[in-house]
């Protein structure tokens, strides 16, 4: 039912892809089902023997199963380097390291950019929607199918963040320390307002065709990269963009035209532009919407609490940063008051600094020594990684 | 002079119940937490204002959130705990009155040590000098120190029993001595106790059980 391979030659670093035949269907909270479902990712390190090892990091909206060395397809460095590799916090030599990427993403697990098994073509808006429940799940059918009973450790940061709470929530037994950075157990009005900006830029361009613009050879990529620029200024504090950019202009005077006259408008112009080299749309439309349906709570009476009722026996530890508006520590602090309820083992370390929500990618040295100790201490703890 | 944090530490190990469930506000690094887990196999949590002191607790393997006492009790719910411990901290907060409520909401019993200003050492360098008295157990100046709200035991009692709090026990603490249980409403102990250490709960509920000291 589960079939391992490599992907083609030339990635064979890219890492490998899980195929899960007819027999295994991802159900999904919507009603509705994928299969076959193939879902990519890459390890690093190896599972020890008993088979205790094993952290599973979760990427966030636009990133993919690539947190450390460098990109197969970019050929950028990963974009958790800060955090994963030998001697760093995550650390290959001592864990095996599991990231995969998600349902409904576009970096080689099935989303709305794959073949339709019944049409034969992309499914595009076929696609069935999605939730951060089913990325989760979708996940704990790759560790299981890896073999793996109980992980030492789920980690992840904004929308990683999300799953890593919803693995707790509906996983707790086979999750030992579930660490969430910058992340909420909701999304907020602001949050669905950016995101529907993003959404409705790449629905109105033209070449996104209802979704069909694989069918049509085009792409909606101006769309996509507003998406991405208005998206991007919520990454950012006020702080950051005001060091990085200030009033500074592109080049001497103004042009009186709309060209990109302020250092901040070109960046985020670059921002957009390089993102649709590497993105898909529907994808984006597809994650974006799975983001604003969480809601860890509404499945409980909105008592977030009873999300966590099973999971008192796991090993929390928050993280939040002190600029972050996105994901603002106030929604941190809802989450630890409902674990603390639910009777759980939550730490929380909220960390200075002006970076705003990006900082979780970021080196953040006291993130890297709470986080390091945390897990070396949990470690002691489970007795074996 | 001053009851070093070992006195008090060790006090406040040999009053906790084994196995109870723990909250120590204002747990700084995380000393007394560790000891409580390790001699009295206490379910323990902290909390701490600074980041550097959380992070020094996590490398220990203690569970702590980052929070201030005058603001984030409220994380926790009532009777969450066995005991809630302030140690040497009540001085320090901003609100104490609020602090020894919440500390009684979320624990069935509450520890709390307080510094003595009404210690015969602090009125005699009051009355010699006629300044903010500066000694071992207050090193600060006035205008630097963290301690914000200096209370003479007597006042502490007054406090407690506004609050409808009962004293289930007290002990003076001298540096480098055994802790000496007194009767803080005796006006002597105003006088001898440089630090006294309380345990604490609420009138309207059934007196604790678990005051005992851990064999």
């Avoid at chain 1, 702080?239 to 408008?265: C, H, I, N, P, T």
Wanted: negative net charge; proline residues 5%.
């Amino acid at each position: 039912m589960v079939s391992s391979e490599t992907m083609a030659a030339n990635q064979a670093s890219a890492g490998e892809v899980m195929v899960f035949a007819a027999d295994a269907p991802l159900r999904l909270d919507s009603g509705g089902q994928i299969s076959p479902l193939t879902i990519a990712y890459r390890t690093y390190g190896a599972l020890n023997r008993e088979r205790s090892n094993a952290i599973l990091i979760c990427h966030a909206l636009t990133l993919d199963q690539h947190p450390a060395l460098v990109h197969p397809s970019t050929g950028k460095s990963g974009w958790w380097n800060v955090m994963v590799g030998p001697g760093k916090t995550l650390d290959p030599e001592r864990h095996f390291l599991i990231c995969s990427n998600v349902v409904g993403g576009c970096m080689g697990t099935t989303g709305p950019s794959s073949i339709d098994p019944a049409t034969g073509a992309a499914y595009g808006l076929a696609f069935p929607g999605i939730t951060i429940g089913d990325m989760v799940r979708a996940q704990a059918m790759l560790v299981q199918a890896l073999g793996i009973e109980r992980l030492f450790a789920v980690v992840g940061g904004s929308m990683g963040g999300m799953q890593v709470l919803q693995w707790a929530s509906d996983y707790p037994e086979r999750v030992f320390c579930a660490v969430c950075i910058a992340a909420a157990a909701r999304h907020s009005p602001q949050n669905i307002a950016f995101h529907e900006v993003g959404r409705q830029a790449i629905m109105a361009d033209p070449d996104w065709r209802g979704g069909d613009y694989a069918a049509n050879g085009v792409r909606p990529e101006k769309g996509l990269a507003v998406a991405r620029m208005a998206a991007h200024i919520t990454y950012l504090s006020e702080a950051a963009l005001q060091r990085k950019f200030g009033r500074e202009l592109q080049r001497d005077g103004l042009s009186w035209g709309f060209d990109a006259d302020f250092q901040v408008e070109s960046y985020l112009r670059h921002q957009g532009v390089s993102f649709v080299g590497r993105f898909d749309a529907n994808s984006y439309l597809y994650i974006t919407r799975a983001m604003d349906y969480f809601d860890l709570a509404a499945p409980y009476g909105g008592d977030l609490t009873k999300a966590f009722a099973q999971a008192a026996e796991v090993r929390f530890c928050l993280f939040s940063f002190t600029s972050d508006w996105l994901y603002p520590t106030a929604e941190s602090r809802l989450v630890l008051r409902a674990l603390n309820a639910a009777g759980a083992r939550a730490s929380f370390v909220e960390i200075d600094s002006d970076k705003g929500h990006d900082a979780f990618l970021l080196d953040e040295p006291a993130l890297r020594a709470a986080l390091g100790g945390f897990l070396n201490a949990a470690a002691l703890v489970w007795g074996r990684p | 002079m001053n009851a070093g944090p070992r006195d008090d530490f060790a006090e406040i190990s040999r009053l906790v119940r084994k196995g109870a469930r723990v909250l120590d506000v204002g747990c700084g690094e995380g000393a007394l937490l560790e000891l409580l887990v390790r001699e009295n196999h206490v379910d323990g949590r902290g909390m701490e204002i600074s980041p550097e002191g959380v992070s020094a607790c996590l490398a220990r393997g203690l569970s702590v959130l980052q929070g201030d006492a005058d603001r984030d009790l409220d994380y926790f719910p009532a009777m969450a705990f066995d005991y809630a411990i302030l140690s040497q901290t009540l001085q320090q907060v901003i609100n104490p009155r609020h602090v020894l409520g919440e500390l009684l909401r979320i624990g069935r019993q509450a520890i709390v040590s307080v510094l003595n200003f009404g210690h015969w050492r602090v009125r005699l360098d009051l009355l010699a000098h006629g300044r903010m008295p500066v000694t071992g157990a207050l090193p600060e100046p006035w205008w630097s120190t963290p301690n914000i709200h200096l209370c003479t035991v007597r006042d502490f009692i007054g406090l407690c029993d506004d609050l409808g709090l009962r004293i289930d026990a007290c002990a003076a603490l001298v540096a480098g001595k055994r802790a000496r249980p007194i009767d803080p409403r005796r006006p002597l102990e105003n006088w001898r106790a440089e630090t006294a250490l309380f345990i604490l709960s609420r009138r309207d509920r059934n007196p604790a059980t678990t005051d005992e000291a851990a064999d």
